[in-house]
Structure formats: C-alpha cells, structure tokens
C-alpha cells in the first residue's frame, strides 16, 4: 500500500469517533456527492487525495507574514489602501487559532450535534466594528484572475459563507462582505530568472450563509441513514469507478 494515501481510515476519525469533526471541506464534500461523503465519512473510505500545490502554500505563508506586518501596528495594508476600502488587519485573542489548520474556528450546531469547523486565511475589520473574512489564492494563468465567476469557483464562495457564519455563531459582529486576495503567477515573462512575480487583486465577494443551516440538518440525516446515498450529478470520482466497474463484471 502507498504511503501515501490509506483508503481505510481509524473508527475513531469516522463519524460517531472521538475524533470526528465536520470541516468547512467535508461540508463541500457533501454538496458536491453524497455518496463520496457517506463513504468517507461513515464508512471510513477516503477518496484518493489530489497532491498539494507547495507553492501555493508558500505564498499563503507569506502573505499572512506580511498583512501581520501592519496587524501588529494597527495600519492599513497597501492593498486595502489601493482598492479604498474601509478595513485593516484586525489583531484578535483567537486568530492564530482560528488560521491553525486542524483547529480552527470551531461550533457545536445543538440542533444536529455536528462540531463544525473551519480555519481562516486573514481577518479584518472595518469602521463599523464588523469583522471581515479574508481569504488567500494562487494560481498561475495568462490572465490575471480579477472575478469569481466559473462555476469551479462557487466553492471559494461557499467556504467563505461557513467561515462567516463560523464567525456570527461565535458572537462576532461579521461583514457580509469578504475579500479573496487573488494571487496569479505570471505566464508572460521570456525568463524564469529564479523568480515569479505576480498579479494581486482584490476581489469583493458578499456571502449569504443562510443555507449553512439547512445543509447541517440534511448532513446529519445522511449520516445517520443505513443507506449510502445516490452520487453527485458532476462527481468525477464517482464516474470513473461506475466506468470502470462496466469492465470488471
């Protein structure tokens, strides 16, 4: 077996587990397929993971070292300043928490019993004391990204609506606008020069996080069911193995 990918996790991370917990991903998962949800998080059998992108994660890194720059004193970041928006880092007891992957931002929905959680890129606040949740992108295109409008992007918007409504169950007074710093690596130069220089824009996105509740109560359902659930209607995953097992009878 790979080292790197085990299909068959610990009872204890499964639902019902001491360590089960339901992340803002797996609430992605679920509207994305049932199915694949029900099977990873009932059954224990993990989808086959996509590797992680490390430069993506170095300019995350880098871009929270920089807005803590101007968090600790209480300045605007140039970004904020070139876009004129009413906002700057805001510095908070819970933040380095709240960004701390496998902790993050956490609530227990009582209705449902479901433990949900979510850890944040960036948090801001503006004049009326609302606070603002930021989230950090790359990606490397010919154009700059400067919107959020391919289907394969509601997903960020989803994630950020949980991020708030995360927030708003903690007692935070919370904008419903958030920002996407949106980084793209530049296709355009004639040498690499052992650098990479990017495009930054701010992109504004205004959440609605009223179907977070909703979708808490079909979850539970689902989870609950002896029965595993149909697949998603654009479920990859789910396509390749119904393809393959057309072979295999």
Known sequence: MSEYYNPNR?????YGGKNWKLSRSKIDLFLECPRCFYLDNKLGVKRVP???????????YLLKQEFDSYRVKNEQHPLQKEYGIDARPMSHAELDEWRRNFGGIKYLHEPTGLLVTGAIDDLWINGKDEYIVVDYKATAKDEAVKALDKEWQYGYKRQMEVYQWLLRQNGLKVSDTGYFVYCTGKMDRQAFDKRIDFDVNLIEHKGDDSWVEKTLFEI??????????????DCDHCAYWNSRRQFEK
Request: hydrophobic fraction near 30%; include cysteine.
């Open 10 to 14: 610990d009872a204890s991370w499964n």
């Open 50 to 60: 996509g590797f992680p992108f490390s430069i993506n994660s170095a300019v995350d």
């Open 220 to 233: 539970k359902k689902c989870l609950d069911s002896d029965s595993i659930p149909q697949s998603g209607h």
